[in-house]
């Protein structure tokens, strides 16, 4: 009789077919749990509790951006060191001695800001405010009549960005 040949066995963790059957599981649940936590921290703030309000509130935004536009009006935006907002208003309106602005972040909520901005004497409207920063922002100036809005504008230290009536921003 002939001997048979001793085949020596190999552990298990060496076959490629247990790492497939093992291994992707494994990774789909630490993905899963990854996941989960990434959801978890980072709650959605992209849903306001007020949006019937705020969609009722569109028609009376778009009547006022019309109005600066029949008055040409336009800004200049610059944010000057670490928090110093300033704004120049031209155009063919009484300017008024405050205007509100509203800084708004594109993904954070808690982020966004309403300054209400003070002309100074040489007509420049401006405000130290600790909570404007460089970053990337939708902006609204406002007054009692007139509104002029832009989005996306990047905010940068000694940067002036113009933004027109109409939403433009050079």
Request: cysteine-free; aromatic content about 6%.
């Amino acid at each position: 009789m002939a001997a048979t040949p001793i085949v020596p066995v190999r552990p298990a963790w060496r076959e490629p077919l247990v790492w497939l059957v093992v291994g992707i599981p494994a990774a789909t649940v630490v993905a899963g749990v990854v996941t989960w936590w990434i959801a978890a921290q980072r709650a959605d703030s992209n849903v306001a509790d007020d949006y019937y309000k705020r969609g009722l509130a569109i028609n009376r935004s778009l009547e006022r951006e019309s109005r600066a536009k029949a008055l040409g009006l336009r800004a200049e935006v610059s944010l000057t060191g670490e928090n110093d907002l300033r704004l120049r208003l031209t155009g063919g309106a009484v300017l008024p001695p405050t205007v509100t602005v509203m800084l708004t972040h594109p993904v954070r909520a808690e982020q966004d800001r309403r300054l209400s901005v003070d002309r100074q004497a040489d007509g420049v409207y401006r405000i130290v405010a600790p909570q404007v920063s460089a970053g990337t922002w939708d902006i609204s100036i406002e007054a009692q009549d007139w509104r002029i809005a832009a989005r996306h504008i990047a905010l940068r230290d000694g940067t002036v960005v113009a933004v027109s009536a109409d939403g433009r921003v050079d």
